[in-house]
Every structure is written in structure tokens, then in C-alpha cells.
């Protein structure tokens, strides 16, 4: 293989690499804060295999410290044994999704029709899917893909479905 082509392939390697990382932490503090909820509409509850299922509907509000998700109905489920939160599904047109990232007040900001909120059982991280119409923003990157997963902790966008554009920054 001649020198210019690995050049091209190296080139090509760390350009990919870098388009799959966000340069942005969301805050720690914000993982030792309980998740909170708000809604206008009905709140209905149920045992479902293991699980206990909380629905809300109407304007739907989940925070926890500086992340706010904003969307028309949200699924909570619980583990029904040890009522430890298992993930939170909310549905929108669009749902809204903001987490301060660092201290100085940077904001990573998403939007989709399906947002879902979880912890990654191998490394206990958290999780946001963003699923159909997606897209998430950072101080310096943007994404438009129809799926995202981010790993929130590890400031990293973890996989998309395509068709996917986006802008990141030079590294002049």
C-alpha cells in the first residue's frame, strides 16, 4: 500500500473517530439528585412482568439537577422487587431534551420524537436515546441523525441510524 493511501486512510481514521465523540461532560452533580416529574394530564400505574409502570400524560417535565426532558406523555418503569428506576420513554412532537454540560454553563441540547432515559447495565452509565427526527447540539458540535445514542457521562455519541448530518469543529 503506498504511503499517500495510508496517509488518506489515517486521515480518514481520526476524522471518523472524532465525529463520534461530543466535546462535552454533563455535570456529576447531577447524577446524585433525584429525577423529579411534573404532568397536567392523567397518571396511570400498573404491575406488568416484573415492572412497575408508571404513564403520564400532557405536558410532561422530567428533571434531574440541570437535565430537563420536556414531551406530551412519559413511561416510567420501575423494578417492581426493589423500586430502583429502570428507564423513562417519553414521547413528542418534539420532546426536548437539555443538560448543562461543564461549569462555565454550556448546554447540550436534543430533540426527537422518542426520547429514552436509562443506565447502562455494563459500565452504569447514563443513557439518552433519541429515536426518529433526531438531533443533539453542543457548544461546538451538531447532529441530525434518525437515531442517536449518547452516552451521557462519557460525553460520547455512542451510535445514529442514518441519514445523519452534523458539524464539528476544525482542529486548526
Known amino acids: 500500500m503506498s504511503k499517500r493511501r495510508i496517509n488518506t486512510l489515517l486521515k480518514l ?10 466535546s462535552s461532560n454533563a455535570l456529576e452533580s447531577d447524577k446524585g439528585l433525584p429525577l423529579s416529574f411534573e404532568h397536567d394530564g392523567d397518571l396511570k400505574m400498573r404491575i ?49 431534551y437539555q443538560q448543562q454540560v461543564d461549569e462555565e454553563g454550556g448546554m447540550l441540547i436534543g430533540t426527537s420524537k422518542t426520547l429514552v432515559f436509562y443506565t447502562d447495565e455494563i459500565d452504569g452509565g447514563s443513557i439518552v436515546e433519541l429515536i426518529e427526527e433526531a438531533s443533539i447540539k453542543t457548544p461546538d458540535s451538531t447532529w441530525s441523525c434518525r437515531s442517536i445514542i449518547y452516552a451521557v457521562d462519557d460525553n460520547f455519541l455512542r451510535d445514529s441510524s442514518g441519514p445523519c448530518a452534523g458539524m464539528i469543529p476544525s482542529n486548526n
Open 13 to 22: 481514521l481520526v476524522l471518523t473517530s472524532s465525529l463520534f465523540s461530543i
Open 48 to 96: 406488568e412482568d416484573g415492572s412497575r409502570i408508571m404513564e403520564m400524560s400532557t405536558n410532561v417535565k422530567v428533571t434531574q439537577g440541570t437535565l430537563e426532558i420536556l414531551g406530551d406523555n412519559a413511561i416510567f418503569e420501575y423494578d417492581a422487587a426493589t423500586g430502583e428506576l429502570d428507564r423513562v420513554t417519553v414521547h413528542g412532537n418534539p420532546v426536548r
